[in-house]
């Protein structure tokens, strides 16, 4: 973990200073707690969304419906399987990846809005479908989960739910910073800014985008059964139409195209609803403005000032320390 950390540029101080911060702030209030626990969940599914649509360019309004999947799949497992969460939570996640790689197939046909439209079909019939499912779903009721136990651990307080949350987070983050930066990152990103060209270079289009497809699901089910364990109840109102909306504005608001972006966009689109509060009936408004503003004064998404501002550092320093080919050379040259 300590070398993916930093060949992803992420430093392991970084990742100890967040948890030192977030202890103090558990000590103050638990419910700051959650909040940064719910945030790190959102932003494993905003990751998956930025390689889906931001890189790979499939507009994807399902995102809600992974989750659902990795939730409902996990708490199924817990309550009429009998399994320990650990467990549980890995078959969901590759339940989701399975379904998700599934829904390539129809969506590949299709581009632009048109993907859109088949993912959004595809989160209302997934709700659908957990609303319907009597007893095995819990209905329009929902389920409630057994305690939830990692490896003889209980996790039954915030902080430790913090802990078994971050390790999934920072993985995630640090491996798809990386996997951008392998052959099938930089393989979607040229089809994405140049399909035709990329195909001519024999990168397979189809092959590549369905690897996305099922990478994005993989984090969906990951996330979703994170959920299911921070909750301990989870029903259908939890995975709705606006909560696919939500995770495409995380992305939008972030930088589309960026792992760190999509992680911002996660913390801030959760965590400003739960802080403005204070401001009671105007706090829609107040968060619908401060979008707003975000859109219009930097299209980019939040870390793009922090992109350039990183670029024009790294040409000084190249230009620094450039060598300089004038230097001792005095006179004629030899003949």
Request: include cysteine; charge should be positive.
């Amino acid at each position: 973990m300590r070398a993916l950390l930093h060949r992803t540029k992420i430093p392991l101080s970084m990742v100890l200073a967040m948890a030192g911060a977030v202890l103090v702030a558990s000590e103050a209030n638990s419910y700051y707690l959650y909040v940064i626990n719910l945030c790190m969940i959102n932003a494993i599914a905003a990751v998956g969304l930025v390689i889906l649509s931001g890189v790979a360019g499939q507009i994807s309004l399902g995102t809600a419906a992974l989750l659902a999947i990795g939730s409902y799949s996990t708490a199924i497992m817990m309550v009429h399987l009998g399994l320990g969460f650990l467990p549980a939570a890995v078959l969901s996640a590759f339940v989701t990846t399975v379904i998700g790689t599934i829904l390539a197939g129809p969506a590949l046909r299709l581009t632009g809005l048109h993907v859109a439209i088949v993912t959004l079909a595809f989160g209302i019939i997934v709700v659908q479908l957990i609303g319907k499912g009597g007893k095995l779903t819990g209905g329009m009721s929902g389920m409630t989960l057994p305690p939830v136990t990692i490896l003889g651990w209980a996790i039954d307080n915030e902080w430790r739910r913090f802990i078994a949350i971050l390790i999934p987070f920072v993985l995630v983050t640090a491996g798809s910073i990386r996997f951008l930066r392998l052959k099938p990152g930089r393989a979607l990103r040229a089809l994405r800014e140049r399909e035709v060209a990329a195909q001519t270079l024999g990168i397979n289009s189809s092959a590549y985008k369905i690897l996305a497809f099922a990478y994005a699901s993989f984090l969906g089910g990951v996330s979703g059964a994170l959920y299911a364990g921070l909750k301990g109840y989870i029903s259908v109102d939890d995975f709705t139409l606006w909560n696919s909306i939500y995770f495409f504005v995380m992305i939008a608001l972030g930088g589309m195209t960026s792992i760190i972006g999509g992680v911002a966009g996660a913390f801030l689109v959760t965590a400003a609803p739960e802080f403005l509060r204070g401001f009671q009936e105007a706090s829609q408004a107040v968060f619908g403005v401060l979008l707003f503003v975000i859109v219009v004064f930097l299209p980019g998404g939040i870390v793009a000032p922090f992109a350039g501002l990183r670029r024009r550092l790294s040409t000084r320093q190249t230009r620094a320390t450039a060598p300089n080919t004038d230097e001792g050379q005095s006179g004629d040259p030899p003949r």
